[in-house]
């Protein structure tokens, strides 16, 4: 369209300087020419049609005349149809130079915005609510519509959040005197099969790795029950109830020393593992963000994996069921100084050669 006009504009110039050097009596020669061959084509033209810089060019060249003299005009169109177009050319022109007034809450931080991207770019598996918690243990307060909005602007899908687990009245409310453990299989590079044992608090969610081996037996299995009490003991727990499913690891001498210790072994269904969701869940975490991208070369390699993995979860791992606490950190308090977050200093401590990832401040 603007190629259009000023071909018009150009072509109009030029029909204007030819008409300098004419006289009146030749211009009115041509006036009354011009007007018999627009007759002429109007009798053969039912309804013209103009295109947008025709309006354009018309209604910037009539506006200045009164609808009378308009109406004196041979036109096409009415008068009051041209003056309806140079509105428009004016509505247009106000609305290319009026910026309008931005509504709603201000937009997130940049350096905010920056950090959403990073979390998302360096770990491929956590979802919007994942790195809300991340933020929220730095000390920076984004809820997790504004993180989601942040990934759909880029394109990115969240990553598939796992379903929440609607626990029952009475887990909820004895979630302190419960304590949950299950084996859990997993294997080397050379396709040996590990068996790792672990136990986890319902109210802290602190989890504790006991063991591994190729081959547990009662007497390895009773140890570790052993163990497991001495570290319960230490550390002023007040579990009363261990669920546990009914693998035939678990022996009559593993029950009885964790009844001899005050703690009540309650047996899940066969086949219903919600009863046990907590460690099933924690287990599948585990998978995820440790053992699918961890290669296992021997017993030690996975003990000394699980050990970080345990030191991570318990000291710098976000839970949502915590407040995106950890189990041995509290949530750290928001960040309220707007300077300090405009100019955000993260950095990356790596686990296991990079398998996992801390943030915190710089010091």
Known sequence: MLLRLAYLAVTNTFSLIRLLPMSDRDKEIEILVLRHQLTVLQRQIDKPTFTPSDRFLLAGMLHHLTTDKLRQLQLRVRPDTVLRWHRDILKRRHAATCTPRRRGRPPTVRSIRTLVLRLTRENSSWGYRRIQGELAALGITVAASTVWEILQERDIDPSPQREHTTWADFLRSQADALLACDFFETRTL???????????EHATRRVRILGAAPHPSAQWVTQLGRNLVM??????????????????????????????AGLDVVKSGIRVPRMNSIMERWIQTCRRE????????????????????????????????LRNAAPLRPLREPITDEAQIARLDIRRQDRLAGALHEYRHAA
């Not at 050379?190 to 986890?200: C, K």
């Not at 021997?298 to 949502?320: C, I, V």
Request: glycine share 6%.
């Open 290 to 321: 440790l053992l699918d991208h961890t290669l296992i070369w021997n017993q030690r390699h996975l003990l000394h994996a699980l050990r970080e993995f345990e030191t991570f979860y318990n000291g710098h791992r976000p839970h949502r069921a």
């Open 231 to 260: 570290e319960l003991e230490d550390a002023g727990s007040k579990a009363k109830f261990l669920i546990g499913d009914r693998d035939s690891k678990f022996t009559a001498a593993f029950d009885e020393v964790l009844t001899d």
């Open 190 to 200: 050379t396709g040996a099969r590990l068996y790792v044992f672990a136990a986890i």
